[in-house]
């Protein structure tokens, strides 16, 4: 059975997309730490960060950067924090947050509830400075 994110990448469920390209997918995490609160995953389904194959996971790093790069453009913030923890979907997946403070990375804080047309802002200030190619 499909994971989550594959049915968000195929289509299935709605997101707050930010950015695609071949091997990847950007969307708003639905239960942020912060706004901006950004996924990345790749569109093969790995459950496992370090089973993602060397190739692809070479790759992840400079698109996050890319998506990094537009958050903080975006969204006020002194840095764009990055985590891979994987333990609630089994679908690799890296966190990039807007931080300001350490503790705004604390996965113990309460998550925000924003409304749609928040994130639906949100997601497209941050899409305004993403790459036309991961459009």
């Known amino acids: 059975m499909p994971t989550i994110f594959t ?8 997101c707050y997309k930010i950015a695609e390209d071949k091997n990847f997918f950007a ?3 639905i239960n942020p730490l912060k706004p ?5 995953i790749p569109k093969k389904e790995v459950d496992y960060i370090f089973n993602v194959d060397e190739t692809t996971l070479s ?5 996050c950067k890319k998506v990094a790069e537009a958050i903080k453009k975006a969204i006020p913030c002194s840095r764009i924090g990055v985590t891979v923890i994987g333990l609630e979907v089994p679908h690799a997946h890296i966190h990039l947050i807007p931080i300001s403070v350490m503790s705004d990375m604390n996965f113990a804080n309460p998550k925000l509830s924003l409304s749609r047309e928040t994130m639906t802002q949100t997601a497209s200030a941050i899409r305004t400075f993403i790459p036309n190619d991961l459009l």
């Open 7 to 14: 049915r968000i990448i195929n289509g299935e469920i709605p």
């Open 27 to 29: 969307f708003l995490d």
């Open 36 to 40: 901006g609160h950004t996924l990345v």
């Open 59 to 63: 790759l992840m790093l400079p698109f």
